[in-house]
């Protein structure tokens, strides 16, 4: 392909390429969909072609014409591929379903086309060799040694069958990730249950009556409440809903998601993944997937992994007894004489929270308004690393639903953009998540600039409310929006070099430091008190609730903490395990080998295990939250010791070592730096509440 004929066909695709909107963002206003396919194409020749120049340098490589020309490297792809899968994940349709099976594979095989390049392999090769001689930065060491791992994890060593054999179980993976998550937002969306007598509504708290009855229009139903498998949905419904049938009916049909039967089911989807990782993990020379996916996290190994989760799960498992036996005892007295069936544990639990805090989830609810917990979220941001949010509405965002901040620094200067889009709807996958459009970094850019700012996402899950009325979240909900903003966050505040140790590109088990650690801040009082105000009169929430609300922080902890620590016991397993012909026998012998209560679930069963299934994000990862629960409770307790949950000091050293840093630094050594030390799990069992259990 010539060069002139590169630049006209760049042209044809350039508002995803070439964007043009405020502070550079992509003008989402010209985007089409059309578009997609054509862009995918075009640049993925323009990738390999600047891929192969790097190559071909007939230069000595050095870690300017190789390292930061890879670094630098601008052939569309990348803007093409973050405006697509955010698509694909916060606003599908079937246009979009059919673009991604065809592209996932195209891609992960590009991908590994352009990993296997002999030339390019050899100089990142040699340069590793060397490295000690190359008078590197410590950030630039980094970034060396993730292009060698990352080239050799991806097949650069490998020859002849086994180089092919690798390529293809790539492309295959691809087409199953695809297909399993498209099969559980099928199934999703798929289930939903009209309501139209007051005994179907019976229980149920106002706020959730005008959401279902928003859903309910929505989706063309002139009366009624529409119940959907909607996390801000399902949650409270199951909390409040005094008709056990309804419940039971509800909790089965999001246990089944993925497990149907027919076209959407995921179980022969989970054999296939498993198979491939193993034979992939095979060929690069290690014993088995979790091998690949630890070396270079915080943990290490699988047996480190088990070892933290065997630590807890005894402790956990005397408590959820406990709870158990407490909501028996409860439930017999309001005449229910059968066992606790998972479907009842979130009924009975809410009363009994009530009995014992005399508070109830829909006590706190009218005083956690969604535009007021965003603003709280922003006030510690202020608080703690000197940020202000403007809200841009002259600034097209990628759905109506969707607002978009200028991030001003302590200085007045722009420091980001972030972009938050927190209700449901079909087109959107469950769950909720920070990603980018675009990283920070200070290289200068092939249009001549010195660097670029971070566009930071984050999208979420809340049920939208009825035409005129607010927004109300559940304390979960707040500690999600919390949890997502602590990782938009470590984007936004990235202060780094180069793009690929920008932000959150950081180990698996360091990555939910950050996140995990800024839901602290949801229940410090003060900002509780500042922000938590009734959304009909006003009033802030009063001292006693919050401190009812602080002091049940770890009810009913032992159920929780068994639902996440089933999780992890068996991701790590079926990663470990030589052959699994049966997943869903696999699952339930794991279960009854760690005695996991009938009543409690896991959090998320296989068939729907989108954080392991959907991609390799979460992999033989999942136990990473509780990894860095471990730091995140030890790091606020270093708060908890000055009496100031905004101490400067500390601040400033959470600021320079955790939320700037990315992964230009190995995680314990920035962790050290912030606290002086290793944390050991004592802070984390407390904050469970665990401690005596």
Wanted: with cysteine; net charge negative.
């Amino acid at each position: 392909m010539s060069e002139s004929h590169t630049a006209s066909e760049l042209k044809s695709i350039s508002s995803l390429t070439e964007w043009d909107g405020p502070f550079g963002l992509p003008d989402f206003s010209k985007l089409a969909e059309a578009d997609f396919r054509k862009a995918f194409e075009i640049t993925l020749k323009r990738d390999k072609e600047l891929t192969l120049a790097i190559a071909h340098n007939p230069d000595e490589p050095t870690f300017e014409n190789t390292i930061i020309a890879f670094e630098t490297m601008e052939s569309g792809l990348g803007k093409v591929a973050s405006l697509f899968f955010s698509k694909a994940g916060n606003d599908t349709d079937d246009n979009i379903k059919e673009i991604e099976r065809e592209i996932a594979p195209v891609l992960a095989a590009h991908g590994s086309e352009m990993s296997m390049i002999p030339e390019v392999f050899a100089r990142v090769d040699a340069l590793y060799q060397k490295r000690d001689q190359l008078n590197l930065s410590g950030e630039e060491q980094e970034v060396l040694e993730r292009y060698w791992r990352g080239y050799v994890k991806n097949g650069a060593k490998l020859e002849g069958d086994d180089k092919k054999r690798f390529a293809d179980i790539g492309s295959e993976l691809a087409t199953l990730y695809t297909n399993f998550g498209q099969n559980v937002l099928a199934d999703s969306n798929d289930w939903t249950l009209l309501l139209t007598t007051d005994e179907d509504i019976a229980g149920l708290p106002d706020f959730l009556l005008d959401t279902l009855a928003a859903q309910a229009k929505e989706r063309g139903h002139d009366e009624g409440y529409l119940l959907t498998l909607s996390r801000p949905i399902l949650a409270p419904f199951m909390q409040s809903s005094t008709r056990r049938d309804l419940r039971e009916q509800t909790y089965k049909a999001a246990k089944s998601r993925g497990a149907r039967g027919g076209d959407t089911d995921n179980v022969e989807n989970i054999k296939q993944i498993l198979k491939l990782r193993q034979e992939k993990a095979q060929l690069l020379g290690y014993k088995d997937f979790t091998e690949v996916r630890l070396e270079n996290t915080m943990a290490k190994s699988a047996e480190n992994v088990t070892k933290l989760l065997k630590g807890v799960w005894p402790r956990a498992l005397t408590r959820a007894k406990e709870e158990e036996a407490e909501l028996m005892a409860l439930a017999q007295s309001m005449g229910h004489n059968d066992k606790i069936e998972a479907w009842d544990w979130r009924f009975f639990s809410d009363k009994l929270r009530e009995q014992k805090f005399a508070f109830s989830e829909a006590e706190i609810k009218p005083y956690f308004q969604l535009d007021q917990i965003i603003n709280a979220s922003f006030d510690v941001a202020n608080r703690l690393f000197g940020l202000n949010f403007k809200q841009r509405d002259d600034i097209t965002p990628h759905h109506p639903d969707a607002k978009v901040f200028e991030v001003l620094g302590r200085n007045g200067e722009i420091q980001a953009i972030f972009i938050a889009d927190y209700f449901a709807r079909p087109s959107k996958r469950s769950g909720a998540w920070m990603s980018a459009y675009q990283s920070q970094h200070k290289l200068k850019t092939h249009n001549g600039k010195d660097g670029e700012l971070p566009f930071i996402y984050n999208i979420m899950n809340f049920a939208k409310p009825a035409e005129g009325e607010p927004a109300l979240l559940s304390s979960d909900d707040a500690r999600t929006l919390f949890h997502e903003f602590g990782h938009a966050l470590h984007g936004i505040l990235s202060n780094v070099t180069y793009p690929s140790v920008s932000g959150t590109s950081v180990a698996r088990d360091f990555v939910e430091l950050p996140s995990q650690l800024y839901e602290h801040w949801l229940t410090v009082p003060e900002i509780l008190e500042k922000h938590a105000t009734h959304y009909k009169t006003g009033k802030a929430i009063p001292a006693e609730l919050v401190e009812k609300l602080i002091k049940s922080q770890t009810f009913n902890n032992g159920c929780e903490t068994l639902g996440y620590c089933a999780s992890s016991f068996i991701d790590i397993a079926l990663h470990t395990a030589d052959n699994v012909e049966d997943p869903m026998q696999f699952q339930e012998d794991m279960l009854k080998e760690l005695g996991m209560p009938d009543a409690i679930s896991m959090y998320h069963r296989i068939p729907h295990f989108l954080h392991v299934f959907s991609s390799e994000g979460y992999a033989a990862g999942y136990y990473s939250y509780m990894w860095s629960e471990v730091l995140d409770a030890d790091a606020f307790a270093a708060f908890e010791e000055t009496d100031n949950p905004f101490d400067p000091k500390l601040a400033k050293l959470l600021h320079d070592h955790i939320y700037s840093k990315g992964g230009s630094e190995k995680p314990e050594i920035l962790y050290e730096k912030f606290r002086g030390r290793m944390p050991t799990a004592d802070a984390m069992i407390e904050k469970r509440g665990l401690e005596s259990a």
